[in-house]
């Protein structure tokens, strides 16, 4: 409704949710108006064909792939894993990119022993892979190796899961392309699983995780809104603690960035009139 009726429209800014920009998709294509994502990262996104009007300004997870890909290639020598992914649009498609990676990798001997599904507990047809499930299916393929694109609720539910059959899981060691983790990552209370901190972190030892960093630590200005780095971190820490949230940093670092660039070129254009050609971060 909002395309249809009032002053036009040049442009949507949002979302930060993969699975938001992938239904933005369909609105910005009918009344061909562009979308400005300040974090959406999942790699589907790239199709220039699929998603014509999209511009985001963080870089996608097909990054996170590359470089666990490698690692479990080339440094560690794995071969023979098992894989989780979350039913989550953004997992989903992140697990998918890691497959076709393990696919095209002809003569590498790669063998999944299993790949599993793994489903949020509170909506489950009795089919579905709950965390236990997926915890056994996981003992039963005797996999040494498990890569994984969780959130931190859902890994911690699992793990909780898996040490509730034994002690197998001591034998396994955990890489993930999706370590977008918040610091509290590990808190039982929050994930509701019905374990101890100290059992999630001795599970979670020795995790092979990659993302993009959190915020720099070095007290230095934003380019762009001129404010400490180090007050930026410090209000959002405090807003997101206060609203209950998990805090992601990382994301919260890409975002920030974006909204300013965002802002600082609809000045440059609306205010002082100048082309999108000549929009800078220098313009006064």
């Not at 560690?76 to 039913?87: E, F, G, K, P």
């Not at 100290?198 to 020795?206: D, R, S, T, V």
């Amino acid at each position: 409704k909002g395309l249809q009726s009032g002053p036009t429209k040049f442009a949507m800014i949002g979302d930060c949710c993969s699975g938001a920009c992938m239904g933005n998709r369909d609105v910005g294509q009918v009344y061909n108006v562009p979308s400005f994502s300040p974090f959406c990262t999942s790699p589907v996104l790239s199709s220039a064909t699929a998603y014509p009007n999209l511009l985001r300004f963080s870089p996608t997870l097909d990054g996170n792939n590359d470089l666990i890909f490698d690692v479990m290639r080339n440094l560690l020598q794995y071969r023979r894993i098992a894989m989780v992914i979350q039913d989550a649009a953004l997992a989903v498609s992140v697990g998918d990119g890691f497959s076709s990676m393990l696919e095209h990798d002809h003569g590498a001997g790669w063998q999944v022993l299993t790949s599993l599904k793994l489903f949020d507990d509170g909506n489950l047809p009795v089919e579905h892979q709950s965390p236990a499930v997926v915890a056994q299916a996981l003992k039963d393929s005797s996999a040494r190796v498990v890569w994984t694109c969780l959130y931190e609720d859902q890994a911690v539910r699992l793990w909780c899961a898996m040490r509730k059959l034994g002690d197998f899981w001591k034998q396994i060691t955990f890489v993930s392309s999706c370590f977008w983790w918040s610091e509290r990552w590990y808190d039982v209370e929050t994930a509701g699983a019905n374990c101890t901190e100290e059992e999630i972190f001795e599970i979670a030892a020795g995790t092979v995780g990659v993302d993009k960093s959190p915020i720099i630590k070095a007290d230095i200005t934003h380019g762009l809104s001129h404010q400490s780095i180090q007050e930026i971190k410090r209000e959002y820490t405090e807003a997101c603690t206060a609203n209950g949230g998990l805090c992601h940093e990382a994301g919260a670092a890409y975002a920030y960035d974006a909204v300013w660039s965002i802002a600082r070129a609809a000045h440059a254009w609306f205010e002082q009139g100048h082309t999108a050609q000549e929009i800078t971060y220098e313009n006064d």
